[in-house]
């Protein structure tokens, strides 16, 4: 039988729990992790604490794990490394715009370009 885990708050971690999960943009795995401490410090077990949330009792263990090293600040999604993906970089639109009236008249159409 696996070894049951518990979490034991604080008073001010409760607080900053509840300060946590009252924001709205969380990610739903943000706030997932952040229900399965709540739960935990609550007396539930991981079992059903995943069958609540509907996830994999992995996944608890996992939240409690992260919370264990990090504590709060370890609920958030980590960052990603590398440089975040950019659509167009600051001269891109006006380029663009500048060009997408020309467009118009080189005579690009769609049945100009489907295949037969």
């Not at 999960?21 to 604490?49: P, S």
């Not at 994999?56 to 999604?77: E, Q």
């Amino acid at each position: 039988m696996p070894k049951s885990l518990r979490v034991d708050l604080t008073d001010d971690q409760r607080r900053d729990l509840h300060t946590l999960l009252k924001q709205r943009n969380l990610t739903h795995y943000t706030r997932q992790r952040a229900e399965c401490a709540r739960l935990l410090d609550r007396g539930r077990t991981v079992t059903e604490v995943a069958e609540l949330l509907e996830c994999n009792p992995v996944t608890v263990r996992a939240a409690v794990h992260r919370f264990d090293v990090r504590g709060i600040a370890g609920l958030p999604d980590a960052v990603h490394p590398g440089r975040p993906a950019k659509a167009f970089r600051a001269g891109d639109r006006a380029a663009l715009a500048e060009l997408l009236p020309l467009s118009c008249h080189v005579g690009w159409s769609l049945p100009r370009h489907a295949r037969p």
